[in-house]
């Protein structure tokens, strides 16, 4: 039986690692990234794909830096090596390890949205549709050749959340499909045309913060396409209000952009550079939990009038 050996970090990396476990291919190890501290008490918490693995009683190897520290990989000499999201990129000697190489299952459709935000860059820049991509890995940045790609309808009501989800499947399916032709040696190997390469970095805290001068898509898409994390965000009375949830809104104003033009329980509307508004519908004010806007203007923002300008 073939080995193979996964690695993987996020839930985005779940899916695939199960979809494997599921028809029977024989993970020798899962290779992770080190438990982190998370949230506000810092508790030391392992990657979900850690759990995964525990769970199935995989054993799991998590390097702080693989480039330093591969040599429990290179003992087990695995057949192939499928990564998903790991989080590092692999050095060249690790690389070259596997007899029918390591292969990596991608959130876009390559050459498009090489790095590690591809989900979120798809709606960021109001891309209608994104998909997978399985490729070999190179030493450059998601640039081997492509064996398979799945492409995916980005709805207008899509987020980070339901866009990951629905991506996470078809990762997982489209490896499924496409292994069988990596061991048979028939797997089709498609250079990409590095000419048509855009980049999805991590996202910045600068492109966080919302530009309400922009057309009502594009502020539309700056709040899905950071919902639920890391969260897009406005200014009220100089400090940070988080918008996790909008909506467009069939509505004209003259008034200037990011000015409060109605308020009401259904939510905040805020005019846009292109003289159309945004429903806030969902906030979280400095200092307090996420809630909707009825409960922030029955609150904290019990003082905000028509006619005040958010992101001063």
């Not at 759990?51 to 003992?75: L, M, S, T």
């Not at 940070?240 to 329980?265: C, R």
């Not at 996420?290 to 992101?311: C, I, P, Q, Y």
């Amino acid at each position: 039986m073939k080995k193979i050996i996964f690695m993987g970090t996020p839930d985005f990396a779940v899916p695939v690692l199960e979809g494997l476990i599921k028809e029977d291919y024989h993970i020798d190890l899962v290779v992770t990234q080190p438990d982190r501290p998370r949230g506000r008490k810092k508790i030391l918490t392992p990657p979900p794909v850690k759990a995964a693995a525990e769970k199935h009683d995989i054993p799991v190897f998590q390097p702080e830096k693989i480039k330093d520290d591969y040599e429990e990989i290179k003992k087990r000499n695995p057949d192939l090596i499928v990564t998903a999201a790991f989080g590092q990129i692999l050095p060249k000697g690790l690389l070259e390890i596997p007899k029918f190489g390591c292969i990596n299952v991608h959130a876009s459709l390559l050459p498009k949205l090489r790095g590690g935000a591809p989900i979120h860059y798809a709606i960021l820049e109001g891309h209608d549709k994104t998909g997978i991509s399985i490729m070999y890995m190179a030493e450059k940045l998601d640039a081997g050749d492509v064996i398979s790609q799945k492409e995916v309808t980005i709805e207008d009501n899509d987020d980070v959340a339901t866009l990951h989800d629905k991506l996470s499947e078809l990762g997982a399916d489209l490896l499924l499909e496409t292994i069988p032709s990596i061991f048979s040696g028939e797997a089709n190997r498609k250079p990409q045309d590095d000419s048509q390469t855009t980049f999805a970095p991590n996202i910045t805290r600068d492109q966080e913060k919302i530009d309400w001068t922009q057309p009502q898509q594009d502020v539309y898409n700056r709040i899905r396409g950071l919902h639920p994390w890391p969260v897009a965000f406005t200014t009220w009375n100089g400090k940070v209000l988080k918008v996790y949830q909008a909506a467009k809104v069939n509505k004209t104003t003259n008034e200037q952009a990011g000015s409060v033009i109605d308020i009401s329980e259904e939510g905040l509307l805020v005019a846009t550079g292109d003289h159309k508004a945004i429903q806030l519908t969902v906030v979280q004010p400095a200092g307090k939990k996420k809630m909707t806007t009825a409960d922030f203007l029955r609150g904290v923002g019990s003082n905000m009038t028509v006619g005040e300008k958010l992101g001063e």
